[in-house]
Each structure stands twice: as C-alpha cells, then as structure tokens.
C-alpha cells in the first residue's frame, strides 16, 4: 500500500496530465479559428466556429454569421478561404429570393476548410491567390457584397464578379416574363401553355447566351474586367434563373397534377409569385414581373 504522500504524487500527476491535454485542446480550437477580415461596410461578423466534418457536411467547415446593417437585401457576396496550407478558395453563396441576408438581418454561411487543391472559384475560374503560400493561421476574407439594387462594397473586381451574376439573373428573367406572358395570352388549355413554356425554357436551359448589349454595359462599368469573366458570370446568373423557373414550374406542375392547388389556374400561378417560388411556400414571394 503507497504511502500518503505517494499517493498524492499518483493523484497530483493524473490531474497535471489532464489539465495538460485540456490545454493543448483549448489551445488547438483557438488556433483553428481563422483570421478574419472584413472589407465591407454594411457587413458585420457576428461570430466564427470551425465544425469538423459529418455525414451532412463531409468536410470540415467554418460557419460565419453575418449582419447586414443596410437596409438593403444582399444579394452575394464573394469570400476568400486562405487554408493553413496556403491553398485559397474563393465562394460565391447568392441568392435573390429569399436574399442571402436581409435588410438589417443575419445569416449563416458555410465555408469548407480548403484541401490540398482548391475546389472553389469564380464563374470564370478566378481564384483568390496564384500561388499556395503556406502561413501559420487560416484566413476567411469578405472581399464585397453585391446588394439586390446593384450597388456593391469592397474589392471592385471582385464585386464585378457578383454583380455580373446578377445581371445575367435580372436579363433572363425578363426574357422569362416576356416568354411566358405570349404564351399565357395565346388562349390555349393550361396543359398546352405548360407544355409550350416548358419546353422553350428548356431549349435554352443549357446554354443562355449574355445579350451583347448586356456584356457592353458591363464592361463600360467593370472597364477593368476580362471580359471572359464578365461573359462566364452573366451566363452563370441566367443559368441560375433558369433553373429557379423550371424547379418552381415543375412544383406547380405536381401540385395541380395531385390536386393540391384545385381551381388555381396557371395564369393565376403567374400572377401570384411570378414563378418564383413554390405557390405553398408559406412565406410567400414577391410579384417582380
């Protein structure tokens, strides 16, 4: 049997050996949290956390909570992840309905850790660094936000990025409405018009081509531009407006089909959410036709 004073030396190294580990672990999460910086105005960070990878995320992941002090929805935003290996992605979360983050809202975003290459780019390929260099600390950048009336904060090439892809939105858009409005008048059933709609959607689902006018415009704005990146990021924004209509096309589609939206004709889908949103959506959608 060990002595008093034995057994107080046993019990006093567990506890160093533990207060030890519980150090370096505390230790280890403060230095994974990522150096932060900010180059907007309206953009406040509310908090950071780095959350390890699971079967719903399979990559291990930073979640930032973002404040919009604006008044005005944003849009997009264009964020750099510097990995501690030097490999940097660069994310484009957007969206214009819901906005990524509302007027004087919050919102999460999640960021994966960068791997051994980068996995993340612009529309045209851009990347946010040209060489890996690696450093002691992660880095997570807001480089601009993209605002839904088309004003931007932040690093101007970047934002050209953003906005470009919300014009390329608002341009297919308003070839959507057009389309959509002489086949809603053309006094065909319901299944004729959807058909017809459908499928002249789809003939140029695949490939949009930017208006030429549009990617003047743009290029007049964003002088310093490529304009291979300017092309790429209108062709990406009516892309994701094409997809947006078809998905909510399709949804009305079933729902009639199953009787869920008996007595609601398809001039009246139209006219409601302007084939923005799911006509159940409790939150409704804003009529921007």
């Given at each position: ?18 207060g030890?580990l519980?150090l370096?672990n ?9 150096r ?8 406040s ?37 510097l ?57 997570v ?14 690093d ?18 308003q ?7 002489r086949?809603?008048?053309?006094g ?7 058909a ?13 081509i ?6 003047r415009?743009a290029?007049?704005r ?9 092309e790429?990021?209108?062709?990406e ?24 939206l ?9 006219k ?18």
């Amino acid at each position: 049997m060990p002595f008093p004073s034995q057994r107080f030396d046993f019990i006093a190294r567990i506890l160093i050996t533990v207060g030890a580990l519980f150090l370096i672990n505390v230790s280890y999460a403060r230095a994974a949290l990522p150096r932060l910086i900010n180059k907007t105005k309206s953009l406040s960070v509310v908090s950071v956390a780095e959350r390890r990878a699971s079967p719903e995320f399979p990559k291990d992941h930073y979640v930032l909570r973002l404040r919009n002090d604006s008044s005005i929805p944003v849009f997009g935003l264009i964020v750099s992840v510097l990995g501690r290996n030097g490999v940097c992605d660069l994310h484009t979360p957007r969206s214009f309905w819901p906005p990524l983050i509302s007027a004087n809202g919050m919102n999460d975003l999640r960021l994966d850790v960068p791997g051994n290459e980068a996995a993340w780019a612009g529309p045209g390929g851009e990347g946010c660094s040209a060489k890996p260099k690696p450093g002691p600390k992660p880095t997570v950048a807001i480089d601009a936000v993209d605002f839904v009336n088309g004003t931007y904060e932040g690093d101007p090439s970047k934002a050209a990025i953003m906005e470009c892809i919300r014009l390329g939105e608002v341009s297919e858009r308003q070839r959507i409405v057009a389309l959509v409005t002489r086949d809603l008048d053309s006094g065909q059933p319901d299944s004729q018009k959807l058909a017809a709609i459908t499928s002249e959607i789809h003939a140029t689902e695949r490939a949009p081509i930017p208006v030429p006018s549009l990617v003047r415009s743009a290029m007049k704005r964003f002088p310093f531009a490529h304009k291979n990146a300017v092309e790429q990021g209108l062709y990406e924004g009516a892309q994701d407006q094409n997809v947006l209509f078809l998905s909510n096309l399709k949804i009305y589609s079933l729902e009639f089909s199953n009787g869920h939206l008996r007595g609601t004709t398809l001039n009246e889908w139209w006219k409601s959410p302007g084939g923005e949103c799911d006509l159940l959506s409790p939150q409704g959608c804003p009529n921007r036709n």
